[in-house]
């Protein structure tokens, strides 16, 4: 197969940040992409119906001339968010999902919760309204070794929580775990998961092997091989359940080689060329439209979009090894072998 036509994806889960980042990375994103779910972790973060409206006019206003794409909101939540605002946010078509940061979880999550009960009446109303609820699946105790954080989530925080809150529509993001693959897989269908580029791409050992490489540092962590295997059998087998979130997480060069350097892979730029020589790999390309245009829009209830992109197969193609944003410059993901496959 030397080209490939699909329905235009969308990304279920997207940094765009703000200011001069947002202006510098947002093209790389509509170029491509039709939707995307928008994290709200800010600084401050999105908390509010208001602050959601402003952070989506922010956006739209930093498209460059012609673009054709659309921000889906979500609301950052907290211990002190106010369900009516949630009610009135989804109910006006603004929001689409609410975030849920475990408080310490990754990069600005400072604001997410710690006690689970003082989000209960949120939850609540959300299962009521059909509402999402996108979870970052990491406990944060110290005493829980960073490798074994999402299976400790699911059994500790996640299968409570849901069994507690019939109805409530879960999507666990960037599962990087054989364990949240199986999970997923026996939760019904009011779960799902997204799966990153990345996670499909790199193990712990292409972060730490021969030196450690900071452009492949992200959270959740990439895990043993035998995760990244189920992640890729996850995303090419088109189970509906499992769809694409790329996490594309920007950060400025300065801010990822230093000493403690800030989690986030940012795959925008080149995530449709990696996937397809992934699917490819796997012997999957005919499942490659479920995974990354059809599956996301089913979960959410939205119509899968009607233009049409196509793929060609040829000689290696050239990407940027760097963006420049007005702070700095952001590398652009790595995944370590030719990309043969171009959006014509």
Known sequence: MSTLTLRRPDDWHLHLRDGAMLKA?????????????????????????????????????????????????????????????????????????????????????????????????????????????????????????????????????????????????????????????????????????????????????????????????????????????ALRSAATSGESCFFLGTDSAPHVDAAKETGCGCAGCFTATNTLSILAEVFEQEDALDRLEAFASLNGPGFYGLPPNEARITLQKGEPVDYPAKIESGDGPVTVFDPGFPLHWRVS
Request: proline content about 7%; some cysteine; charged content about 20%.
């Open 25 to 229: 990375v947002l093209p790389e994103t509509s170029r491509h992409f039709a939707r995307a779910i928008i994290m709200p972790n800010l600084v401050p973060p999105v908390v509010t119906g208001a602050e959601a409206a402003a952070y989506r006019d922010r956006i739209l206003a930093a498209l460059p001339e012609g673009a054709d794409f659309e921000p889906l909101m979500t609301l950052y939540l907290t211990e002190d968010t106010d369900p009516a605002d949630v009610r009135a946010a989804h109910e006006s078509g603004l929001i689409k999902a609410v975030k849920l940061y475990p408080a310490g979880a990754t990069t600005n999550s400072a604001s997410g919760v710690k006690d689970f009960d003082l989000v209960r009446g949120t939850l609540e109303t959300m299962a009521e309204i059909g509402l999402p609820l996108c979870v970052h699946g990491e406990v944060t105790d110290p005493a829980v070794d960073i490798f074994d954080r999402e299976k400790v989530f699911i059994d500790q925080v996640l299968a409570p929580l849901r069994e507690a809150t019939p109805g409530l529509r879960v999507v666990m993001e960037h599962i990087t775990t054989r364990d949240g693959v199986a999970y997923v897989r026996a939760g019904g269908p009011d779960l799902a998961a997204t799966i990153t580029t990345h996670h499909l791409v790199i193990n712990r050992n292409n972060l730490l092997v021969g030196g450690i490489r900071p452009h492949y540092y992200c959270l959740p962590v990439a895990k043993r091989e035998i995760h990244r295997l």
